[in-house]
């Protein structure tokens, strides 16, 4: 009872603010016709109970088989078989990630079915998917995090000097949007999970964190590589 009470204050924290400011921009300055602004209401109605009950299937079951899945997986002593894990698990929840899918979307209508939302979708996804598993390698090999990130970014940043400007910009909004709901909670209950297991009490804390960070740089490049593709 207490968790689902933590989850509406949650969900009230990250709606309120935002139906209070179109509110007054209605009142104030834009004005738009009544039926619009019932039509907001009602939306809103709507994402607050299917947020609500997202974080509830979030906090009762992603995190917790994240996390036992990546308490398990150091028991098998297969590094091979935790790294592919990793990838099909980082390949598997971007596909099902709803920010990920608006993205697509909106870059195809934009530039008019020249790049499709199902080629954008695959490679996000496999880009993601092959840091997830860099992700475990540097978990399971002791690699510094600095290291990865500072290769991972040089190599952005040269390899925007042969993409078309238009992809540079769509690169880096790939990167972010696959910070969303759905891959972030089980990705980073993973790596806490493996980190767990494979660290000592005493450095495994700061290893459980900078995976999602990692993982984000994983899209851009693949988006990056498409545009050298479609140049």
Same mark, same amino acid.
């Given at each position: 009872?207490?968790?689902?009470?933590?989850?509406?204050?949650?969900?009230?924290?990250?709606?309120?603010?935002?139906?209070?400011?179109?509110?007054?921009?209605?009142?104030?300055?834009?004005?738009?016709?009544?039926?619009?602004?019932?039509?907001?209401?009602?939306?809103?109605?709507?994402?607050?109970?299917?947020?609500?009950l997202?974080?509830?299937?979030?906090?009762?079951?992603?995190?917790?088989?994240?996390?036992?899945?990546?308490?398990?997986?150091?028991?098998?002593?297969?590094?091979?078989?935790?790294i592919?894990?990793?990838?099909?698990?980082?390949?598997?929840?971007?596909?099902?990630?709803?920010?990920?899918?608006?993205?697509?979307?909106?870059?195809?209508?934009?530039?008019? $079915?020249? !790049?499709?939302a199902?080629i954008?979708?695959?490679?996000?996804? /496999?880009? =993601?998917? @092959?840091? +997830? *598993?860099?992700?475990?390698?540097?978990?399971i090999?002791?690699?510094?995090?600095?290291?990865?990130?500072?290769?991972?970014?040089?190599?952005?940043f040269?390899?925007?000097?042969?993409?078309?400007?238009a992809?540079?910009?769509?690169?880096?909004d790939? $990167?972010? !949007?696959?910070?969303g709901p759905?891959?972030?909670?089980?990705? /980073?209950? =993973?790596? @806490?999970? +493996? *980190?767990?297991?494979?660290?000592?009490?005493?450095?495994?804390?700061?290893?459980?964190?900078?995976?999602?960070?990692?993982?984000?740089?994983?899209?851009?490049?693949?988006?990056?590589?498409?545009?050298?593709?479609?140049?």
């Amino acid at each position: 009872m207490e968790n689902v009470r933590d989850t509406f204050k949650e969900v009230a924290a990250a709606i309120l603010p935002v139906t209070v400011v179109v509110i007054l921009l209605q009142l104030v300055f834009i004005q738009v016709p009544f039926e619009a602004v019932i039509q907001f209401l009602i939306g809103v109605l709507f994402v607050s109970l299917g947020f609500f009950l997202f974080l509830i299937g979030v906090n009762a079951g992603l995190l917790p088989i994240g996390e036992m899945i990546g308490r398990r997986l150091p028991s098998t002593k297969k590094a091979g078989f935790i790294i592919a894990t990793g990838f099909l698990l980082g390949l598997a929840v971007t596909i099902a990630e709803p920010d990920v899918r608006v993205l697509a979307k909106q870059i195809e209508e934009v530039s008019e $079915g020249t !790049v499709s939302a199902a080629i954008l979708i695959l490679s996000v996804s /496999l880009g =993601l998917a @092959i840091f +997830v *598993a860099l992700a475990m390698i540097r978990t399971i090999f002791r690699i510094p995090l600095h290291y990865l990130l500072i290769g991972g970014y040089a190599l952005v940043f040269l390899l925007s000097l042969f993409v078309p400007e238009a992809f540079v910009s769509i690169s880096f909004d790939s $990167g972010g !949007v696959t910070t969303g709901p759905m891959a972030v909670p089980f990705i /980073l209950a =993973l790596g @806490i999970g +493996v *980190a767990s297991v494979l660290r000592t009490e005493d450095d495994s804390s700061g290893e459980k964190f900078g995976l999602i960070g990692l993982a984000s740089i994983g899209p851009i490049l693949a988006v990056m590589m498409l545009g050298v593709l479609f140049r």
